[in-house]
């Protein structure tokens, strides 16, 4: 079974750039997470899919983050105007169903770094 | 979702047992107790899960106390492929609509 895919692996920018980030689950899984783990730091949920649907994005910062989810399957997420703290490694997640007991598979994530 | 307790770091002989304790003294009866793990670069990875019962599978076991208020992540026998960060985390029976709500873990680092 493939695992969820993400790109750019590494991403270095400017301030004030934008960046944006693609994500592949795993095949069938109605859930999709973006994390945002700052170094020496446990990944902290950003927003979270249901299909095409947002559950929860409480902690996504909307002023300059922006995620989106066409057809329940891709998505992207968007940082515009990037900020130097945005620096930090953005991980995508997917699981079956967030109603069911299960785990989540995570992707290798995309290093961002804002210079 | 009631907060986890993790001593930051340990270290543990390769081919011993890596015993990794996590606190969560308010946890409520309707909430699991799951373990992932973070290997340096890569994303986190599910170990395992449990309510009450303890729990074992292919790569490690979970043992919870009878009161709930805090679990022992065992790896039986730890290579240096274990060396890695790992967390506990309590969540809701049923998913709920929150993530996963990761705190700093353990860093277990596996001594040859």
Redesign the interface.
């Known amino acids: 079974e493939a695992g969820v895919a993400q790109s750019p692996r590494y991403k270095i920018i400017e301030k004030r750039q934008s960046v944006a980030f693609w994500c592949n689950p795993i095949s069938g899984h109605a859930t999709l997470y973006w994390y945002q783990q700052i170094l020496g730091q446990g990944p902290k949920l950003l927003i979270q899919f249901q299909n095409n649907g947002v559950v929860d994005d409480s902690q996504l910062p909307k002023d300059r983050f922006s995620a989106e989810r066409l057809k329940g399957v891709d998505s992207t997420l968007k940082i515009q105007p990037a900020k130097l703290e945005d620096s930090a490694v953005y991980l995508c997640a997917s699981s079956l169903r967030a109603k069911e007991i299960g785990e989540a598979f995570f992707g290798q994530g995309t290093r961002l770094t804002v210079v | 979702d009631a907060k986890t307790t993790q001593p930051p770091s340990m270290d543990c002989a390769e081919g011993r047992a890596a015993n990794l304790p996590c606190n969560h003294s308010t946890i409520s009866g309707n909430e699991?107790v799951?373990w992932y793990r973070q290997i340096h670069?890569?994303?986190?990875?599910?170990i395992i899960?449990g309510l009450k019962n303890n729990e074992t599978n292919e790569m490690a076991s979970l043992i919870i106390t009878e009161d709930r208020k805090s679990s022992t992540l065992i790896l039986p026998h730890a290579t240096l492929r274990d060396t890695a960060?790992y967390?506990c985390i309590v969540r809701p029976?049923?998913?709920?609509?929150?993530?996963?709500?990761?705190?700093?873990?353990t860093h277990l680092i596996i001594q040859p």
Do not use: E, I, M, N
């Not at chain 2, 670069?41 to 599910?46: F, H, V």
């Not at chain 2, 029976?93 to 873990?105: M, V, Y």
């Open positions: 699991y799951y670069s890569q994303g986190p990875q599910y899960h960060v967390y029976r049923g998913g709920g609509a929150d993530g996963l709500t990761f705190g700093k873990g």
